[in-house]
């Protein structure tokens, strides 16, 4: 499974909790956010990742190691 849609939005929606999860864990460049934006019970989340931004349908990741990663 991709995880973008080759424009750096996740394929996922703000709902895919676990994916997000197991991508982040394989994320070189994940960084935790500021503790008042996190938002997963997971620790290491692509939705706890200060690269993560807020999309209409998902988010984005402005990761400094490209946006392409399968799982």
Do not use: P
């Not at 973008?4 to 864990?25: C, V």
């Not at 692509?46 to 190691?65: D, E, G, H, P």
């Amino acid at each position: 499974m991709l995880y973008t849609n080759g424009e750096g939005e996740f394929r996922g929606s703000k709902d895919d909790w676990d994916l997000a999860a197991q991508i982040a864990e394989k994320c070189v460049e994940f960084k935790a956010d500021d503790e008042d934006e996190l938002v997963a019970d997971e620790a290491v989340s692509c939705y706890n990742c200060r690269y993560r931004r807020w999309t209409v349908r998902s988010f984005a990741c402005l990761n400094k190691a490209g946006f392409i990663w399968t799982v």
